[in-house]
C-alpha cells in the first residue's frame, strides 16, 4: 500500500486518465486508506467515486467502503 499510494496519486493528475479508470485509482486509494485506518481520507476518494462516477463497475465497492467508514468515524446516519 505505502509503495501503491504515491503511483496511484500521480496517476489521478493524468489528463489522459479516462472516468472509468479515474474511478478505478479513486477506488484503490480509498480502499487503500480504509485499510490503513485513515477513514476520513478514505471518505475523499470514494466520495467522489460516489459523486462522479455512478456508473463505473467500482461503484457498488466504493460506495460500501464509503458506508463502513463512516460508521468506523461514528457517523451512523451518514453510513446509511
Known amino acids: 500500500d505505502k509503495e501503491a499510494r504515491p503511483?496511484?496519486?500521480n496517476l489521478l493528475g493524468d489528463k489522459k486518465l479516462k472516468?472509468?479508470?479515474?474511478?478505478q485509482v479513486l477506488t484503490h486509494l480509498g480502499l487503500i486508506e480504509y485499510r490503513s485506518k485513515n477513514?476520513?481520507?478514505a471518505l475523499?476518494?470514494?466520495g467522489q467515486?460516489?459523486?462522479?462516477?455512478?456508473?463505473?463497475p467500482e461503484?457498488?465497492?466504493?460506495?460500501?467502503h464509503?458506508?463502513?467508514s463512516f460508521k468506523?468515524?461514528?457517523?451512523n446516519p451518514e453510513a446509511k
Open 72 to 75: 468506523e468515524l461514528g457517523k
Open 66 to 68: 464509503l458506508g463502513l
Open 7 to 9: 503511483l496511484l496519486e
Open 49 to 56: 467515486v460516489y459523486t462522479n462516477h455512478t456508473k463505473a
Open 19 to 23: 472516468s472509468a479508470q479515474k474511478a
Open 59 to 64: 461503484f457498488k465497492n466504493a460506495l460500501l
Open 39 to 41: 477513514y476520513e481520507n
Open 44 to 46: 475523499v476518494h470514494l
